[in-house]
């Protein structure tokens, strides 16, 4: 089990912003932000939001760093990604 994020390199409200996602179980992905301050807005249906001030932080609590495709495959490939279509509801998650 391990909790991912990717390189900031989305720009939203004046910052840079990543993705932190488990590899695992949305479960852990909860508490390991829930452990490192991660607000709970900041969650979007498989992943958290996260600012490009976080980044170094995030990391030192124990998030492995990896480039935007790895991450998106990774959680593809555990079940829990919410695809595009799923997201703007024109279909359900399995």
Do not use: C
């Not at 998030?63 to 509801?89: C, D, F, I």
């Amino acid at each position: 089990m391990t909790v991912l994020i990717d390189t900031p390199l989305w720009p939203n409200h004046g910052t840079l912003w990543g993705h932190l996602v488990s590899d695992a179980s949305l479960d852990e992905l909860h508490e390991f932000a829930r452990r490192a301050g991660v607000p709970a807005r900041a969650f979007d249906l498989d992943h958290y939001d996260v600012p490009v001030e976080r980044y170094g932080e995030l990391v030192a609590a124990g998030a492995t760093p990896v480039e935007p495709r790895e991450l998106v495959r990774r959680l593809a490939r555990s079940g829990l990604r919410v695809t595009p279509k799923q997201r703007h509801g024109r279909g359900q998650p399995d």
